[in-house]
């Protein structure tokens, strides 16, 4: 079995800062890509940031500057630093992870629970 833990999140005024964290458990033989999500209300769920398994990372155009995706997919964690928060950065953040359960398996692709982050303006 495989989990995403979040961590973080919560109620944070405009122009403010949070942090998220994922850790992946469980069996894991190598994690491809890792990063997170986010589903605004009535809204599809969008990618805001990840990162390969090579160190290199990509950012949603609308969070550039802002969040800064930091971690290793070898230590099977992940953070998010989030700054100059937005009312529309309000949504559900959620972990994500691109991974083969053993070797020689194909990958599989898992989601955390995700945590609820409010931006109040």
């Known amino acids: 079995q495989v989990e995403l833990a979040e961590s973080g999140g919560g109620l944070v005024q405009t122009g403010g800062s949070l942090r998220l964290s994922c850790v992946a458990s469980?069996?894991?033989?190598?994690?491809?890509?890792m990063g997170w999500y986010r589903q605004a209300p009535e809204k599809q769920r969008e990618l805001v940031a990840v990162?390969?398994?090579?160190?290199?990372?990509y950012y949603a155009d609308s969070v550039k500057g802002r969040f800064t995706i930091s971690g290793d997919t070898a230590e099977r964690r992940v953070s998010l630093q989030m700054n100059s928060l937005k009312p529309e950065d309000t949504a559900v953040y959620y972990c994500?992870?691109?991974?083969?359960?053993?070797?020689?398996?194909?990958?599989?692709?898992?989601w955390g629970k995700g945590t609820l982050v409010t931006v109040s303006s």
């Open positions: 994500n992870a691109d991974l083969w359960a053993f070797k020689g398996g194909s990958p599989m692709n898992y």
């Open positions: 469980g069996r894991i033989h190598g994690i491809n890509i």
């Open positions: 990162v390969n398994s090579d160190g290199s990372t």
